[in-house]
């Protein structure tokens, strides 16, 4: 069965580096999203990416963040200056785009820690 | 308001007991909804779609009443494998099908 794949599947930095999470979204999916989980709290929404440019994004996805699909099969989370808010649990989901209730299919997540 | 709200438990259950939670939902105009079940640390896999009518998989049902904006869902004959969070997930009105998480229910079942 196709999956979603992210690497890597933990990531430790410094408060002010930059970060690039990677993801591999399934071959014939459409639609690319990014989610986060902060440790105890719910999955929350950060921004959805279709015909190779964003969608939507939430609030929390500020100047600091920004998306990449740099070739055809990556999709990339790039955070610009890490803040100790970022750690959480990243996940990255992709979907067909055959309608409202096509299945979004999530990576295994990366947990990315801020010092 | 909360777009997803969920008790969040914990449910504590023997194994072959039923147990049955719900959510509810803020946005009237959401046009599909799902159960996720997330184990610890994990990524939500998806365990049912959510139908009109109700629909059943196995030990496992889910209803949804537009009118309440409630959903819920009933596990039987619980399993030590049920034991996990579920996640109540719906699709907002978008173009883009982003989908809001509730804060999960989290079920634990003994032996």
């Known amino acids: 069965e196709p999956e979603v794949t992210q690497t890597p599947s933990h990531q430790v930095t410094q408060m002010g580096q930059e970060v690039i999470l990677r993801c591999v979204p399934i071959s014939n999916h459409l639609y690319f999203y990014w989610y986060r989980q902060i440790l105890g709290q719910k999955v929350e929404f950060l921004v959805s990416?279709?015909?190779?440019?964003?969608?939507?994004k939430s609030e929390i996805f500020d100047d600091q963040f920004s998306v990449e699909r740099p070739d055809g099969s990556n999709f990339t989370l790039k955070i610009r200056s890490t803040k100790l808010e970022d750690s959480a649990m990243y996940f990255c989901?992709?979907?067909?785009?055959?309608?409202?209730?096509?299945?979004?299919?999530f990576g295994p997540g990366t947990r990315l820690t801020v010092l | 308001r909360k777009e997803v709200e969920q008790d969040p438990g914990p449910f504590n259950v023997p194994e072959g007991a039923t147990v049955a939670f719900n959510c509810t939902y803020s946005?009237?105009?959401?046009?599909?909804f799902f159960w996720y079940r997330q184990d610890c640390r994990k990524e939500p896999k998806l365990l049912m779609s959510v139908y009109s009518s109700g629909n059943e998989d196995g030990r496992f049902t889910a209803q949804l009443n537009r009118a309440s904006q409630y959903i819920s869902l009933l596990i039987r004959d619980s399993k030590l494998s049920d034991s996990a969070t579920y996640l109540c997930?719906?699709?907002?009105?978008?173009?883009?099908?982003?989908?809001?998480f509730g804060a999960g229910t989290t079920v634990t079942v003994r032996a």
């Open positions: 997930v719906v699709n907002m009105p978008s173009a883009d099908y982003k989908l809001s």
């Open positions: 946005n009237s105009a959401s046009q599909s």
């Open positions: 989901a992709s979907n067909h785009g055959q309608g409202v209730t096509d299945t979004q299919y």
């Open positions: 990416f279709y015909n190779n440019e964003i969608s939507e």
